[in-house]
């Protein structure tokens, strides 16, 4: 069945450095969603990708999509400690089933 | 307005017994999803609901698990004879259509001991 796959697994930086996380599925996907989810908490929809090669831009979050839509990438500038938690990428196959990846847990210095 | 509430935030129960899960969606939304999350994972998806039907049961582990949701909105998780591997976090999501986004509840703390 359809996998996402998410790099890294943990990622601590310092407060103002940037973060990436990389998500990979084994299919194509008709779209993907990010969500967040705060220790403690539950998953929080952040945006929704579903042209090939798509990029959006939230503040300082940028969400691409890429072109073969099978992978996709969240980028965050200048972190901030608000911004941690796990970050997830969950992928629409043909199926109409959500899959998520893991998640990257982002943990901040401040 | 209300998101989506899900009850009972915790449930401990032993290994055999039978529980119910309740999540109660957004108004409106006519796709209702359960999840369950084991620490360290995203969600793993478990039965999407368009309206009264399971339009996608595929997630359920066993025939111990089953849910309904008569009315189209209100639904409830069913677990037969429970397992120590049952436990998890239940999450229940709610969407105006498929795919849409998901507005997730806050879930239910299941522990089987």
């Known amino acids: 069945g359809q996998q996402v796959m998410q790099i890294p697994q943990y990622q601590h930086v310092q407060e103002g450095e940037d973060f990436t996380t990389y998500c990979n599925s084994s299919t194509t996907l008709s779209n993907i969603q990010w969500y967040k989810q705060r220790p403690g908490g539950h998953p929080v929809f952040l945006i929704q990708l579903v042209k090939s090669g798509e990029v959006k831009k939230q503040k300082r979050l940028t969400f691409q999509f890429g072109e073969a839509k099978k992978n996709s990438s969240l980028h965050i500038t200048a972190t901030q400690t608000t911004d941690v938690g796990t970050y997830f990428c969950?992928?629409?196959?043909?199926?109409?089933?959500?899959?998520f990846g893991k998640g990257t847990l982002l943990t901040v210095n401040p | 307005g209300a998101g989506v509430s899900q009850t009972p935030s915790n449930k401990v129960t032993e290994k055999g017994k039978y529980v119910e899960l309740r999540c109660d969606p957004i108004?409106?939304?006519?796709?209702l999803y359960w999840y369950r999350q084991s620490l360290g994972q995203g969600p793993e998806f478990l039965i999407y609901?368009?309206?009264?039907?399971?339009?996608?049961d595929s997630g359920l582990p066993n025939d111990r698990f089953f849910a309904v949701r008569p009315e189209g909105s209100v639904s409830t998780l069913k677990i037969q004879r429970t397992e120590r591997g049952d436990s998890a976090v239940y999450l229940c999501?709610?969407?105006?259509?498929?795919?849409?986004?998901?507005?997730f509840g806050p879930g239910t703390r299941l522990t089987v001991t």
């Open positions: 999501a709610s969407s105006f259509a498929n795919p849409y986004e998901q507005y």
């Open positions: 108004s409106g939304h006519t796709a």
């Open positions: 969950a992928g629409w196959g043909s199926n109409y089933k959500l899959t």
């Open positions: 609901f368009q309206g009264t039907g399971a339009a996608d």
